[in-house]
């Protein structure tokens, strides 16, 4: 995901180094190059407070004996299952995949452990924080660990939430100046603060874990009124949850996690705590409503629904990919490109991948050929223009979009009216307006290998962010994952990508049983196509 402080100052260099060249007057020329001195000796002075890390020497550990809890004795394994494997249910079902997280946490004994990128303040924000206070009441450690990026004006919140004698809550490589110094801050600290943490792990007593792309907000669990994403998790329990487990205490105990008690003046008191408390009842009662759906509460609907989950997983050898913390000083690829760099020679038959923004370097687009030209069938899914939430990729993505086409990849973008919506659009009439937007990361090698996960196919996945993946080695959830992205790639769900006699992009779906074809970007109106065609322009594809 792009950090959007960081696309202004790339846009502001450029304008400058634009204007500077100008033939103009030589008194303006010095005037911009003055103001930019200026700026840059302000964002230095306001931005040079000391980056904050986390010194504590003494570990931390998620719980280390998960078959003592109920959950860890509920998802025992079978007796069919091999020693070593681990139980994995796919949760392409944006209102299954909420369930699951409450369900799980409302079930919580010992430990809840919660590492997100991003954690919305909407309904479906705070009835998990809500219920993870709960569990807290009840005598759970809860543990959460959020990326500081997209936080802005939350710190009061965040401690007192840390206040609970049950919570601990840190901010992973936070920015040092907090309020209006923010972004000061972040410009003079670029090099450190560009690396970002984008993991994503919902962690119950160290015995069941969901990972995969969703944040945790309402457009995640298809009830935002505007744009809600086909997204993918997977629960898994076994071995994968424990191994999810040290990828979290690896970052729970990193230099750059740094305790919210640390980074501000702020100090709770009881009363801020009391109306904090307060105030998410308040909310709870007020929005349950918004939710167009059931929500297990009461004991026995936790264990149906939970039930129903144990019934559907397949178990299989699984394991857990984590990059390292500190990106910022190693550098390097991602542990999920070397990976799938590792895969690429033995691929035979079909290759599928989703990737919510796709910017792929020319080393991919060849690696892609070269599995087309061994005979690999190569599926590639994207967003197209309506449906991508960032202007800024979609605008760079188009300009690897015919290379990709011509290496004989089979190229989709999502409808932004997708029939996967409807499903969603008939049962909740707030939702009739909202868009689709495709938000998985996960790729799947001959039905065999499946990779889910937070990875995107861009240069901040790639270079800049620290990326988590589950990689399970089964057939059975490689036609389940296979067959998911399949049906979001048929017509009534995408657009094909193919060039024209010519040599143009077109877009090829259906409506209403007939075949259409598009010459121009999909349901895009002039401006938003012009748009994405500047910033195309704009060098800020590596942050990306």
Same mark, same amino acid.
């Given at each position: 995901m792009a950090v959007s402080v960081t696309l202004y100052a790339q846009r502001v260099f450029f304008v400058l180094n634009r204007i500077k060249?100008?033939?103009?007057?030589?008194?303006?020329?010095? #005037?911009?190059?003055?103001?930019? !001195?200026?700026?840059? *000796?302000? +964002?230095? $002075?306001?931005?040079?407070?000391?980056?904050?890390t986390h010194t504590d020497e003494v570990e931390v550990t998620t719980w280390q004996h998960p078959e003592e809890t109920r959950l860890g004795h509920f998802f025992t394994p079978p007796e069919h299952a091999e020693e070593g494997e681990s139980g994995v249910y796919l949760i392409p079902d944006s209102r299954r995949a909420f369930r699951a997280r409450y369900s799980l946490a409302s079930e919580a004994e010992k430990t809840i452990d919660l590492q997100y990128y991003l954690w919305q303040e909407d309904t479906t924000g705070h009835l998990l924080l809500y219920r993870v206070l709960e569990e807290a009441d009840r005598g759970v450690k809860v543990r959460i660990l959020l990326d500081d990026i997209y936080?802005?004006?939350?710190?009061? #919140?965040?401690?007192?939430?840390? !206040?609970?004698?049950? *919570?601990? +809550?840190? $901010?992973?490589n936070p920015i040092a100046n907090r309020g209006i110094l923010r972004n000061f801050g972040?410009?003079?600290?670029?090099?450190?603060?560009?690396?970002?943490?984008?993991?994503?792990?919902?962690?119950?007593?160290?015995?069941?874990?969901?990972?995969?792309?969703?944040?945790?907000?309402?457009?995640?669990?298809?009830?935002?009124?505007?744009l809600?994403?086909?997204?993918?998790?997977?629960?898994?329990?076994?071995?994968?949850?424990?191994?999810?487990?040290?990828?979290?205490?690896?970052?729970?105990?990193?230099?750059?996690?740094?305790?919210?008690?640390?980074?501000?003046?702020?100090?709770?008191?009881?009363?801020?705590?009391?109306?904090?408390?307060?105030?998410?009842?308040?909310?709870l009662d007020s929005v349950i409503d918004d939710v167009p759906y059931d929500i297990p509460v009461q004991a026995n609907k936790v264990w149906e629904e939970l039930e129903r989950v144990r019934n559907a997983m397949v178990w299989a050898e699984a394991e857990v990919i984590v990059d390292v913390p500190e990106r910022y000083v190693e550098k390097g690829?991602?542990?999920?490109?070397?990976?799938?760099?590792?895969?690429?020679?033995?691929?035979?038959?079909?290759?599928?991948l989703q990737s919510a923004y796709l910017l792929p370097e020319d080393d991919t687009i060849e690696a892609f050929g070269e599995l087309v030209d061994r005979g690999v069938e190569v599926s590639v899914m994207t967003n197209s223009l309506m449906s991508n939430n960032h202007l800024s990729v979609h605008g760079h993505y188009q300009r690897s979009r015919s290379k990709l086409v011509d290496q004989g990849v089979t190229l989709y973008e999502l409808r932004v009216d997708g029939a996967m919506m409807d499903y969603y659009r008939q049962r909740e009439t707030r939702l009739a307006g909202s868009n689709s937007g495709l938000h998985?990361?996960?790729?799947?090698?001959?039905?065999?290998?499946?990779?889910?996960?937070?990875?995107?196919?861009?240069?901040?996945?790639?270079?800049?962010?620290?990326?988590?993946?589950?990689?399970?080695?089964?057939?059975?959830?490689?036609?389940?994952?296979?067959?998911?992205?399949?049906?979001?790639?048929?017509?009534?769900?995408?657009?094909?990508?193919?060039?024209?006699?010519?040599?143009?992009?077109?877009?090829r779906t259906e409506a209403y049983g007939k075949e259409v074809v598009f010459t121009t970007e999909p349901e895009a109106p002039l401006s938003k196509r012009l748009m994405s065609e500047l910033i195309s322009w704009i060098p800020i594809r590596g942050q990306l």
């Open positions: 060249n100008l033939s103009v007057p030589i008194s303006f020329r010095r #005037l911009v190059v003055l103001g930019g !001195a200026v700026c840059g *000796v302000a +964002v230095l $002075l306001l931005g040079c407070k000391k980056v904050v936080h802005t004006g939350r710190d009061q #919140l965040y401690a007192d939430v840390d !206040a609970h004698p049950n *919570v601990e +809550v840190r $901010l992973f972040f410009i003079a600290n670029t090099r450190r603060y560009n690396h970002r943490m984008h993991n994503k792990i919902f962690l119950i007593d160290g015995a069941a874990a969901i990972l995969g792309g969703r944040n945790i907000g309402d457009e995640y669990f298809a009830i935002d009124p505007k809600n994403f086909d997204d993918l998790d997977a629960l898994v329990v076994g071995p994968a949850a424990q191994e999810a487990g040290e990828a979290f205490d690896l970052f729970w105990n990193a230099e750059a996690s740094v305790p919210i008690s640390n980074l501000i003046k702020y100090r709770p008191t009881s009363d801020s705590v009391s109306a904090m408390r307060h105030r998410l009842r308040f909310e690829e991602s542990k999920i490109y070397e990976f799938l760099a590792e895969v690429h020679p033995s691929v035979e038959d079909e290759f599928y998985t990361k996960a790729f799947v090698i001959d039905r065999k290998i499946s990779v889910i996960g937070s990875y995107n196919m861009d240069p901040r996945s790639r270079v800049w962010n620290s990326e988590i993946a589950l990689v399970v080695y089964d057939p059975v959830i490689g036609a389940q994952l296979q067959a998911i992205m399949a049906e979001e790639m048929l017509p009534r769900n995408a657009y094909r990508i193919e060039k024209n006699g010519r040599g143009k992009i077109r877009w």
